[in-house]
């Protein structure tokens, strides 16, 4: 293991403090915590969104907080939940009496640590929703199962609730908008070298270097098929179609495109996927309202990416447009 | 037999002890099905959960449950974290108001757990999680009438076995559908560790 960090036990504390000082005006860490709130949080009579994972997906989710998009995210370990102490925390911390919004990620341990802080926020009186975000295709949706996955598409929840929030938006309505994105977003993606955990020392997984796995999720768990590896084209061709065919996307629809790099796939690669995208789009008369090339949710230094559309109307356009000052997401 | 303070306090240590010394082995284990931190967290939050204990001074054995459960919940994150720490404060609940802990009572507190841990992450036995331990132990304590290490022990082993057949149907590994067949469940050999240990702590009670 090859990596710049200090002691591999200290990433997440060190990464927060860092992260803390390179804006200080903006962001502030809630005292003995892992949680990054909105250095003006609470926000009073605005609902306080709550949203954050396990650690290593940066820019997410700190790099969300700021004005117009989340009030506060909980950094857990590297690729685990945080407990529910920390959320209940961040929910104490940016509940400024109109109710906390949680934004999850589709992982048991998420779902199951999220939940329990709602329970103990709400045995205090905080009024608290949620959102599960489940967009990565790749996984059958099966409410039998554990479903399917969150990964880059949560950053548009982020995104649009946030500016729903920002906007005077209740927490019913911030609810509302997010079970929006949910439903019209959709993303799959693809890894060509895996990641290292810190404190485990070792790849999570090994592929030959003539491979590439498809269906691969943000935590290095395995993906769906392991296959030679193919041009860009092809790659992005397979991803954006199962996206294509997951929900109903008709000729004249609008979209937002986001092409996520994993962690050490070059911008160069990211833009020929991105081109192949929109190509395979305008043959459909698919109309792209905006796009975003980077890295959005990352997966350490994974070598990959992931394609996620998110079907619009007036309103999730507006509120995408909508002024944003998160650190990692400024518009 | 009846639990006392004394061997509840060294279940919790050998449970440590043998999640430390297998801290790898788990985490390659969820490595193969999972996310590959399940011994990291383990081991973090049971030697939380030791600190705790040993720094504490106990009168009964439910408060020392509370104290393991609270720690797990805080310290471990991830799915285990909220299953065990569950577990861990229903047994404490179930076990509430007596010194020690008869076989009866303790049963009824297995079941108190299980049931806190469906409750919480909606799975059933057979869905290749942690449930699939507890369950089969749930059901030989309750044909037995009092403690029987051997048994204990046996049960729980070939019911962590059992789990490299099964299809992940909940938790991480259930995204590998039938590629999870063939893996030991991580949740289900921690959980093996956490009886195993118990069956030690009784041998060394009788």
């Given at each position: 293991m090859k990596k710049i960090i200090n002691d591999p036990n200290l990433v997440v504390q060190d990464m927060l403090a860092g992260m803390v000082a390179a804006f200080p005006n903006d962001l502030k860490v809630v005292p003995n915590?892992?949680?990054?709130?909105?250095?003006?949080?609470?926000?009073?009579?605005?609902?306080?969104?709550?949203?954050?994972?396990?650690?290593g997906h940066e820019p997410a989710h700190a790099g969300y907080v700021g004005q117009g998009m989340l009030d506060a995210a909980v950094a857990?370990?590297?690729?685990?939940?945080?407990?529910?102490?920390?959320?209940?925390?961040?929910?104490?911390?940016?509940?400024?009496?109109?109710?906390?919004?949680?934004?999850?990620?589709?992982?048991?341990?998420?779902?199951?640590?999220?939940?329990?802080?709602?329970?103990?926020?709400?045995?205090?009186?905080?009024?608290?929703?949620q959102v599960v975000v489940n967009d990565d295709v790749a996984v059958e949706d099966s409410s039998f199962t554990t479903g399917r996955r969150g990964i880059a598409g949560t950053v548009f929840v982020h995104k649009i609730a946030g500016a729903k929030a920002e906007a005077g938006g209740s927490?019913?309505?911030?609810?509302?908008?997010?079970?929006?994105?949910?439903?019209?977003?959709?993303?799959?993606?693809?890894?060509?070298?895996?990641?290292t955990v810190p404190a485990a020392g070792e790849p999570s997984f090994v592929l030959a270097d003539n491979e590439m796995e498809v269906g691969m999720g943000i935590h290095g768990e395995p993906g769906i098929a392991r296959k030679e590896i193919a041009t860009a084209d092809e790659i992005a061709q397979e991803l954006t179609q199962k996206v294509l065919d997951d929900i109903e996307f008709n000729s004249g629809?609008?979209?937002?495109?986001?092409?996520?790099?994993?962690?050490?796939?070059?911008?160069?690669?990211?833009?020929?996927?991105?081109k192949k995208v929109h190509a395979m789009l305008a043959d459909r008369g698919i109309k792209v309202y905006k796009t975003f090339v980077g890295e959005y949710m990352t997966s350490l230094e994974m070598a990959g990416c992931s394609v996620s559309l998110l079907k619009l109307d007036e309103e999730l356009k507006e509120l995408l447009d909508a002024e944003s000052k998160a650190p990692a997401f400024r518009s | 037999m009846e639990l006392q303070v004394q061997h509840a306090l060294n279940w919790i240590e050998k449970t440590n002890e043998k999640i430390q010394t297998n801290k790898d082995y788990l985490s390659a284990l969820d490595r193969a099905i999972g996310d590959g931190?399940?011994?990291?967290?383990?081991?973090r939050g049971f030697q939380?959960?030791?600190?705790?204990?040993?720094?504490?001074?106990?009168?009964?054995?439910?408060?020392?449950?509370?104290?393991?459960?609270m720690t797990l919940m805080s310290k471990v994150g991830g799915a285990?974290?909220?299953?065990?720490?569950?577990?861990?404060?229903?047994?404490?609940?179930?076990?509430?108001?007596?010194?020690?802990?008869?076989?009866?009572?303790?049963?009824?507190?297995?079941?108190?757990?299980?049931?806190?841990i469906i409750q919480r992450g909606k799975a059933k036995e057979g869905d290749k999680t942690l449930l699939d331990v507890w369950t089969p132990v749930l059901r030989m304590l309750q044909e037995q009438s009092d403690f029987e290490a051997d048994s204990l022990e046996n049960t729980a082993k070939s019911a962590m076995e059992s789990t490299k057949d099964v299809m992940a149907i909940k938790g991480r590994a259930a995204y590998l559908k039938e590629r999870s067949i063939g893996h030991l469940d991580p949740g289900s050999v921690s959980s093996y560790y956490l009886f195993a240990s118990l069956a030690e702590v009784l041998k060394e009670g009788e």
């Open positions: 915590t892992t949680v990054v709130a909105r250095k003006d949080a609470p926000v009073s009579n605005k609902v306080g969104l709550v949203s954050g994972g396990g650690s857990g370990e590297v690729f685990t939940s945080p407990t529910p102490d920390q959320v209940y925390e961040a929910i104490k911390a940016v509940d400024g009496g109109a109710g906390v919004f949680l934004v999850i990620k589709n992982y048991t341990g998420d779902v199951m640590n999220f939940e329990m802080a709602a329970e103990m926020a709400a045995a205090e009186g905080i009024n608290v929703e927490l019913e309505e911030v609810k509302a908008v997010a079970e929006k994105v949910v439903a019209n977003v959709r993303s799959m993606g693809m890894a060509l070298s895996p990641c629809d609008e979209v937002a495109v986001m092409v996520n790099g994993l962690g050490s796939t070059p911008e160069m690669e990211l833009f020929i996927v991105n | 931190d399940h011994g990291l967290n383990m081991a939380e959960a030791v600190g705790k204990t040993t720094s504490s001074s106990y009168t009964s054995v439910s408060d020392i449950f509370k104290d393991v459960a285990s974290g909220p299953l065990y720490g569950t577990a861990f404060l229903k047994m404490s609940m179930a076990v509430k108001g007596e010194d020690s802990v008869s076989h009866e009572r303790f049963t009824k507190g297995v079941e108190e757990a299980i049931n806190g």
